[in-house]
């Protein structure tokens, strides 16, 4: 019986058809990426994240980022920051684009945004933290969520004080990345912190930690009782991993590997839908980073992973990624 770990969230007064969301990835969930997501079951995605400052200075390369997609019906916008005062003044800007949701980071790692005293630096202010969200609270009707992780580091998991902080300043959700500011990207998420916080959580916790595969999102949503998962690292290059999960979790079967054809055909798409936003040669460089990962794990992808970052067209991406499925045909 894995069924009951699909449904529908309320956050706030927004109600999601689902719980598989995707995950804030800088330099990754730009408007095309995410809109693949969508098409793939992503109930709701959130932008990578945007400085406040920036947005208070109106830099059009910080603005640009809140860009939604056309299929994007529901769409978070993260923001990072350092104190209520920059949250205020760049929240104008934040809601001439209608974000759904207005989402706090609390867990980027970057010694450069820490510096400013933003991201996880967060985390060892949780007074902070309750400002920010109960000023933005104030002043919109648009929910408030944040996203934390477990700690600064493993002599300071603090992810109850945290959490409690941003519900008394009345966020509508948390998101839980289960590991440390110290660990970084490395060893493994805990559940036991997702599963601490749910306990005592009064709004839906969200899960986010080493989801590379849908059985992964079953054991998290299986062992933490969560509300639901964030894709992250998981999704990239595998926007397939949305409706994947949702048929294990539908239907307690394994979903069949992604054939190679599917692969190419999505990676195309992808690169189209980010043409349509900037123009061909920016897309196609940008779109190198992306390539890998649609090929990973199957046979001849490392030849083609040299081919790639040369690509400067889409006819070069169709010829390389072509080659590649007539000499493997079977995968
Ligand atoms: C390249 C990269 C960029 C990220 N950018 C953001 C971000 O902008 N905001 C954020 O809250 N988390 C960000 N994260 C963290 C992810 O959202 C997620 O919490 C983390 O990767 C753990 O999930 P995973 O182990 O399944 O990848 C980023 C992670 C990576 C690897």
Redesign the pocket.
Known sequence: MTEQYYHPIAIGRLLLPGNLFL???????DQAFRSLCVDEGAALT?S??VSAEGLFRKSKKTEALLARADNEKVFAV?L?MNSTETSLRALPAIIRHKPDII?I?C??PVPKVIKTGAGSALLKSPEIIFRIVQALSNETDIPITV?IRSGWNSDSINFHETADAACQGGAAMI?L?A?TRSQG?SGV?NLEHIKALKQASSVPVFG?????TSEAALCMLSETEADGV?????AIGNPFIFSQTRHLLLTGNIPPETPKKLRVSAFLNHLDKSIAVKNENAACREMRKHAGSYIKGFPGASQIRRKIVRASSREDYEAILSEWVELHPQT
């Open positions: 995950a804030p990835l800088a330099g990754f969930t959130f990578e994240m993260q990072f989402d980071n867990g980027c996203k998101t990345h590991r990207y998420a986010s930690g080493d989801l590379f964030m894709f992250a690292r998981g």
